[in-house]
């Protein structure tokens, strides 16, 4: 019988030890042989961290436009006092629209407009994606052709219209119309 599994029999702290120096320093284990590396603590952690991170994430609140009201500038959900924070989809419900399509998607936060609001044509194509910080245009609005090609670029500061990026305008075949 070997040194190693006389100690391995006898003595298992020591074997213990020894496993997980070889696993500490990435080497081998008891009498040179590889040790099973089981799923270390730090690992299991990060994963369940990120785990709930995604699902915390995936709980944000989205209802449909008929579901909310606009009182006093704010956006609530009909039947509460708090001020809505989630994402609102609106559908259109006129002749043109009868298969109830998706005609814009908004994000808010405290009932103020918050993050990039998307409009869309009849065929489901983005038209328009507004960026919005407290509830005030900010940013760079960009608007497409039916066609998926971009439209114009129009710059936003506090809500009005231009700033340092001032606009770009295309034509439905990608040319720079002005700008």
Not at 3 to 15: E, K, N, P, Q
Not at 121 to 145: A, D, F, H, M
């Amino acid at each position: 019988m070997s040194a190693g599994m006389a100690a391995y029999g006898h003595h298992r702290t020591l074997v213990h030890r020894s496993a997980i120096a070889g696993w500490r320093s990435g080497g081998t284990g008891i009498g040179g042989r590889m040790v099973h590396r089981t799923c270390r603590k730090p690992d299991l952690h990060l994963w369940l961290v990120l785990v709930l991170v995604a699902a915390v994430s995936a709980c944000t609140t989205k209802v449909d436009d008929s579901e909310t009201v606009a009182r006093n500038g704010l956006v609530y959900r009909k039947g509460s006092d708090l001020p809505f924070s989630g994402i609102v989809a609106g559908t259109s419900r006129s002749e043109g629209y009868r298969n109830q399509t998706c005609r814009f998607k908004k994000e808010y936060k405290n009932g103020l407009l918050e993050g990039r609001s998307y409009f869309y044509y009849l065929n489901g194509k983005v038209e328009s994606i507004e960026p919005y910080q407290k509830g005030v245009l900010n940013g760079v609005v960009t608007r497409y052709y039916e066609s998926g090609q971009i439209k114009a670029r129009l710059h936003f500061v506090d809500g009005m219209r231009g700033g340092a990026k001032g606009e770009m305008f295309w034509k439905e075949d990608g040319s720079k119309e002005r700008g």
